[in-house]
């Protein structure tokens, strides 16, 4: 071999090499290269997820409070809240179990402290609990400031709503009351999309009793209690009256001076069966409370009575009886279930 055929053949072999050396060094750097800004990314990724905030800002029926989110020793006194909790599975340290449903998981819990009723409650029970929040609302409304005084570094919320005759519009307070109280409870607890739920179910349940409803058919509603009819008046009080709002019902009778009183106004048998209304709608409230001796079930008030019995909505058979426990637990699942009943039946 010629000598410059030597040098050249080496020197194209000594190129090739480089190359290759080029090559695969270039192919060593070029993952290392990509995977490290991934690494960063993926790191930068994980510290952009926003933490879950320790605190959310509640509105409740005196201003803005500022609640713990998934508070611990919890306090509720509020009839309109406890099935929601429950439902949640929210653990309560102390309750009023004389004014609660009897199948609550509350009451059969020994270790969730008695509060007694709301006519003597005792307030001190609240204050060993050292509760990070308190639940105040309807029957414990008006015991707002002495718990706030015993319990200084809670955050306690009062989630009322007027129903009353002073209230401008009680139908759109029930309906809203109930909304924004389920909303919150969803904020505190984390568990805003049970809240969301919830109240989607409760929307549907409204619009279908509304549609349900025919327009011209008359409506009497009624309290029983010990044996007594008492008419529970249209517009606004407890259970029935913010539903003539609602669901545009119109009155079998209106009475003047009429109340919100939880028992209904005193109206005889009489009146009622002289209005003779279409539908009768009653809330049984003695059903609620089983230690009551002189209760009579409201449906054996009524089937007995011979003044309603030729009565339209008594003998049509189109008689609404709101869930047993009605009285002593109006909560959204509540209304709920009463308003899914309401459609179904007027639309028979």
């Not at 008419?231 to 259970?239: C, I, K, M």
């Amino acid at each position: 071999m010629r000598k410059s055929n030597y040098l050249k053949l080496t020197v194209a072999m000594f190129a090739i090499f480089a190359l290759v050396l080029s090559a695969c060094s270039t192919s060593n750097n070029k993952p290392a290269a990509a995977n490290e800004p991934a690494t960063t990314n993926q790191a930068a990724a994980s510290s952009s997820q926003p933490e879950k905030p320790s605190t959310v800002e509640i509105t409740d029926a005196h201003g803005t409070v500022t609640v713990p989110v998934s508070p611990k020793n919890v306090v509720a006194l509020d009839n309109r809240t406890f099935e929601t909790l429950a439902d949640w599975g929210i653990k309560l340290v102390a309750v009023p179990k004389d004014v609660m449903p009897g199948d609550s998981p509350y009451v059969s819990d020994d270790s969730v402290q008695n509060i007694g009723n709301h006519r003597e409650p005792n307030l001190e029970i609240i204050a060993a609990a050292d509760p990070e929040l308190v639940i105040v609302g309807q029957r414990f409304a008006s015991y707002y400031e002495d718990i706030k005084k015993l319990v200084p570094n809670a955050a306690v919320i009062d989630l009322s709503f007027d129903v009353s005759e002073k209230s401008d519009a009680p139908g759109e307070s029930l309906v809203n009351g109930l909304k924004d109280a389920t909303t919150s409870l969803g904020q505190i607890f984390d568990k805003n999309e049970e809240a969301k739920q919830l109240i989607a179910d409760f929307d549907k349940a409204i619009e279908d009793a509304k549609s349900a409803y025919n327009g011209t058919d008359k409506v009497m509603s009624v309290v029983v209690s010990g044996g007594n009819i008492g008419f529970s008046a249209p517009h606004s009080g407890r259970v029935w009256g913010p539903m003539y709002e609602i669901f545009g019902w119109t009155p079998a009778l209106e009475v003047d001076g009429s109340s919100s009183d939880h028992q209904g106004d005193e109206v005889s048998v009489e009146a009622i069966a002289q209005s003779n209304p279409d539908w009768i709608f009653v809330l049984d409230r003695d059903a609620a409370i089983s230690s009551a001796s002189d209760a009579v079930p409201a449906k054996d008030v009524i089937d007995n009575s011979p003044a309603l019995q030729k009565v339209t909505a008594v003998s049509k058979g189109q008689i609404v009886y709101a869930p047993n426990d009605t009285y002593t637990n109006e909560s959204i699942q509540t209304y709920l279930e009463l308003f899914e009943n309401l459609a179904k039946t007027l639309t028979k």
